[in-house]
């Protein structure tokens, strides 16, 4: 069965600090992609950050990486120097089979707090 | 770039009657965009997949003749929720794919409807 698991309902985290955020996932496919999203208060949904399954290298964007081990088939959000604007629901997505029609899976979400 | 809009962002109805909701893909055309519903501290739900050009295809357990969906341009998809019902309040939000690159789903701000 095609699915996201993300262990931590909740994370408080010291400013400055770095952050790990679980995410663990399960699929036959050989192909695959994992996504990254944030969910302010506000509620828009934003993009972080896109790990391919072929992709050899972790991914990284500006204060963000995935760090994804394949075989362990875990694609942990690491958030370097955290700020106050980090707080927020963060959700991880899997997108099965790169020729699918783009659908999504989507994790339970931790909601991650950062303290002054 | 990437940008997605969604109008309105807050809506008040009294039961009985229809709203419809529009999401726009403002600087990049869009072939396929997807509708969620979010209940509170709640991951996506996906409703539906939206087409350009052709019907949307409808996840199980969602009444297609209660949220009609129409995808009439590569830049527009509306959802309309017919004969609304107080336990249709909830947190609307649509995506779109942007073509090529990974097609991460670019999502907009989000509607939330009350229905009285």
């Known amino acids: 069965a095609q699915k996201i698991t993300q262990t931590q309902p909740g994370m408080f985290v010291q400013e400055k600090e770095a952050v790990t955020l679980d995410c663990t996932y399960d699929?036959?496919?050989?192909?695959?992609?994992l996504f990254w999203y944030k969910q302010p208060s506000s509620g828009e949904m934003i993009f972080l950050i896109y790990q391919g399954s072929y992709d050899e290298q972790n991914a990284t964007e500006g204060r963000y990486s995935l760090n994804f081990q394949k075989a362990r088939k875990s694609a942990n959000l690491v958030i370097s120097a955290s700020q106050l604007g980090d707080s927020a629901m963060y959700f991880c997505a899997m997108r099965p089979r790169m020729d699918s029609n783009y659908q999504l899976i989507w994790g339970a979400g931790t909601k991650l707090i950062i303290k002054p | 770039g990437a940008v997605v809009s969604q109008h309105p962002s807050r809506v008040i109805c009294k039961s009985g009657t229809s709203v419809k909701i529009e999401c726009r893909s403002l600087?990049?055309?869009?072939?396929?965009m997807f509708w969620y519903r979010q209940f509170p501290k709640q991951s996506l739900m996906l409703m539906a997949t939206?087409?350009?050009?052709?019907?949307?295809?409808?996840e199980q357990g969602v009444e297609k003749d209660k949220f009609l969906i129409n995808h009439a341009s590569l830049t527009l998809s509306t959802l309309t929720v017919t004969s609304a019902h107080p336990e249709d309040s909830s947190f609307y939000i649509c995506?779109?794919?942007?073509?090529?690159?990974?097609?991460?789903?670019?999502f907009g701000p989000g509607t939330r409807l009350t229905v009285t």
């Open positions: 995506s779109a794919i942007r073509s090529g690159g990974a097609h991460e789903q670019y």
């Open positions: 600087d990049f055309q869009a072939t396929t």
């Open positions: 699929t036959s496919d050989q192909s695959y992609g």
């Open positions: 939206s087409n350009e050009g052709s019907k949307a295809t409808y």
